[in-house]
T-cell receptor
């Protein structure tokens, strides 16, 4: 089955700086890669996703890049703010995103230092 | 985004009892819903896929007789933890699919004493 590795497990950055979280996946058939933000005691919130037919997607301060050859994808957050502090999970799916369950990475605890 | 709700948000029960958790898609219909489990400070693990009108598909290692799933309508899936034991204590989260994207509910925290 699919295996998703995520690094780093903890990331501390100064407010205003950029944060980058990286994930690799094992199954070359995977073609859907979402990122979720989870705050303590709450369910995951989708922040951005990318499908295998594109290499990059951006939404305001958040961007995701995908390298299918190397089987890795990354989350980039620019101009970080205190409210960005949370646990971020990457995930991968073989299906188009809706028909198959997601395999998650272990998560990255992002800490924004004021 | 789409809205998914869960009820209850938390539940405490005695060992040996059964607990039912509801997952609803509030503003859309979902033929497919998923159930995940998350232990403290760990990632989400897929338990099963719930398809409206058919039997659920369980992941390897998940006991289908212990975790009963019913997806009776396009907006409701239920997970029943039968004969719960302390090791079943966890955060149970559902997701529903809308336009090829999974949206998650707020989760249900289960504590079995």
């Amino acid at each position: 089955g699919e295996n998703v590795e995520q690094h780093p497990s903890t990331l501390s950055v100064q407010e205003g700086d950029s944060a980058v979280i990286k994930c690799t996946y094992s199954d070359s058939a995977s073609n859907y890669f979402p990122w979720y933000k989870q705050e303590l005691g709450k369910g995951p919130q989708l922040i951005i996703d990318i499908r295998s037919n594109v290499g990059e997607k951006k939404d305001q301060r958040i961007a995701v890049t995908l390298n299918k050859t190397a089987k890795h994808f990354s989350l980039h957050i620019t101009e970080t703010q205190p409210e960005d502090s949370a646990v971020y999970f990457c995930a991968a799916s073989i299906g188009r995103g809706g028909a198959d369950g997601l395999t998650f990475g272990k998560g990255t605890h992002l800490i924004i230092q004021p | 985004g789409a809205v998914v709700s869960q009820h209850p948000s938390w539940v405490i029960c005695k060992s040996g009892t059964s607990v039912k958790i509801e997952c609803r898609s509030l503003d859309f219909q979902a033929t497919t819903m998923f159930w995940y489990r998350q232990f403290p400070k760990q990632s989400l693990m897929l338990m099963a896929t719930s398809n409206e009108g058919s039997k659920a598909t369980y992941e390897q290692g998940v006991e289908k007789d212990k975790f009963l799933i019913n997806h009776a309508s396009l907006t409701l899936s239920t997970l029943t933890v039968t004969s719960a034991h302390p090791e079943d204590s966890s955060f149970y989260i559902c997701s529903a699919t809308r336009e090829e994207t999974q949206y998650f509910g707020p989760g249900t925290r289960l504590l079995v004493l």
